[in-house]
């Protein structure tokens, strides 16, 4: 018998893959199969603490997704090399369970969250890797190394957050488990890490942001001052710096906002171009000096931005930035930056 023409069939009645697709047609419970479609796939349950061979994909979801309130620290659990998704969807613990791998492992799940969407566990464990996405987030909700024995990747404009880590904590405990981008990450270079206000923190890329508008005026370094920001869009997480490069060493400056563009030559005898028009907004209550290296930063408060009273940016609103600063005797300003904010 020629036993290699068996193998066509064998392949054809070999068990196919299917992913395994959250429905919610019954409740949004993560462990009531009747929310799922296991169509094609070879799991037939979803238990606490029992290994899923199989993707997980909740997505477009209408109702957030939850992991009920099981006790003990329960969670769902996927085996080796599978992946949890959650596309435009939630997917939130409701007491103090979580995510995790299985066991021992060293090669566990993947937890992909896509397209704004939200994972909120309790805690991830056994090897499993999360993936934050533009515009998506995970929120933590334990104390005392809720990252455990799992890593992060996050992505420009995707948010970690900690309801129960520190700003400190974060750092002792997790940001060596935290990459950019698959880049190990670092405060102040890659990443920043700010209170949230109470018990956690937030954790966020540093990327450039913004439009840079209206070309500079030539100062006297022979240079044009540029624009520059980091943080985040989104405005409610009023997490944006400011900078402006390039300009005379040991000046004093400060920022200029405003909503509207313009383009004004020598405004008051200045040497520059004033890229602002209509109510105009002067930041005097952080005077900041060039130093030795010609530039200086501030951190803008989103809640409170100083026009003619102060004024707290909402999402959707388009906001332009400029520096004015001394200049030998006269004065000078660098280019424009517009941000539209979410």
């Given at each position: 018998?020629?036993?290699?023409?068996?193998?066509?069939?064998a392949?054809?009645i070999?068990p196919?893959?299917?992913d395994?697709i959250w429905?919610?047609?019954?409740?949004?419970?993560?462990f009531?199969?009747?929310?799922?479609?296991?169509?094609?796939?070879?799991?037939?349950t979803i238990?606490?603490n029992?290994?899923?061979?199989?993707?997980l994909?909740?997505v477009n979801?209408?109702n957030p997704?939850?992991?009920p309130d099981?006790?003990?620290?329960?969670r769902?659990?996927?085996g080796d090399?599978?992946t949890?998704t959650?596309?435009?969807s939630?997917?939130?613990?409701?007491?103090?369970?979580?995510?995790?791998g299985?066991?021992?492992t060293?090669?566990?799940p993947?937890?992909r969250?896509?397209?704004?969407?939200?994972?909120?566990?309790?805690?991830?464990?056994?090897?499993?890797?999360?993936?934050?996405?533009?515009?998506?987030?995970a929120?933590?909700g334990?104390?005392?190394?809720?990252v455990?024995g799992?890593?992060?990747?996050?992505?420009p404009n995707g948010t970690l957050?900690f309801?129960?880590e520190t700003?400190?904590?974060?750092i002792?405990?997790?940001?060596n488990?935290?990459?950019?981008?698959g880049?190990p990450a670092?405060i102040g270079?890659n990443?920043?890490a700010?209170?949230?206000g109470?018990n956690?923190s937030i954790?966020?890329?540093?990327?450039?942001?913004?439009?840079?508008?209206?070309t500079?005026?030539v100062?006297?370094t022979g240079?044009?001052?540029?624009?520059?920001?980091d943080?985040?869009i989104?405005a409610?997480?009023?997490?944006?710096?400011l900078?402006?490069?390039g300009m005379?060493t040991?000046?004093?400056g400060?920022f200029?906002c405003g909503?509207?563009?313009?383009?004004?030559?020598n405004?008051?005898n200045?040497?520059?171009f004033?890229?602002l028009v209509?109510?105009?907004?002067?930041f005097?209550g952080?005077?900041?000096?060039?130093g030795?290296?010609?530039?200086y930063s501030i951190?803008?408060d989103?809640g409170a931005v100083p026009?003619?009273r102060?004024?707290a940016?909402l999402?959707?609103?388009?906001?332009n930035f400029?520096?004015?600063f001394?200049?030998?005797?006269?004065?000078?300003f660098?280019?424009?930056l517009?941000?539209?904010?979410?």
């Amino acid at each position: 018998m020629n036993f290699h023409s068996l193998l066509p069939l064998a392949f054809i009645i070999a068990p196919a893959h299917a992913d395994i697709i959250w429905t919610g047609i019954t409740s949004n419970d993560v462990f009531d199969e009747s929310n799922w479609d296991f169509t094609g796939s070879t799991v037939t349950t979803i238990d606490p603490n029992v290994t899923i061979e199989d993707n997980l994909v909740i997505v477009n979801a209408a109702n957030p997704v939850e992991i009920p309130d099981i006790g003990g620290q329960g969670r769902l659990q996927i085996g080796d090399g599978w992946t949890l998704t959650v596309d435009n969807s939630s997917l939130t613990a409701l007491g103090n369970d979580g995510v995790g791998g299985v066991q021992g492992t060293a090669n566990g799940p993947t937890i992909r969250v896509i397209n704004g969407g939200a994972f909120n566990p309790y805690f991830i464990v056994y090897d499993v890797h999360l993936e934050i996405v533009q515009w998506s987030s995970a929120t933590f909700g334990g104390p005392g190394n809720p990252v455990n024995g799992s890593s992060i990747d996050l992505l420009p404009n995707g948010t970690l957050a900690f309801l129960d880590e520190t700003v400190q904590e974060y750092i002792n405990e997790h940001l060596n488990k935290t990459t950019v981008a698959g880049v190990p990450a670092i405060i102040g270079v890659n990443i920043t890490a700010v209170s949230d206000g109470l018990n956690g923190s937030i954790v966020e890329v540093i990327s450039a942001l913004g439009t840079n508008y209206c070309t500079a005026s030539v100062n006297s370094t022979g240079a044009v001052a540029v624009m520059f920001a980091d943080g985040s869009i989104d405005a409610t997480h009023n997490n944006l710096t400011l900078t402006a490069r390039g300009m005379p060493t040991n000046q004093l400056g400060y920022f200029l906002c405003g909503q509207a563009a313009g383009y004004i030559p020598n405004p008051g005898n200045s040497q520059g171009f004033l890229c602002l028009v209509g109510q105009i907004g002067r930041f005097a209550g952080q005077i900041q000096d060039t130093g030795a290296l010609g530039e200086y930063s501030i951190q803008v408060d989103l809640g409170a931005v100083p026009v003619w009273r102060p004024h707290a940016v909402l999402p959707g609103e388009t906001w332009n930035f400029q520096a004015w600063f001394v200049d030998g005797g006269s004065s000078n300003f660098s280019d424009g930056l517009s941000i539209t904010f979410q």
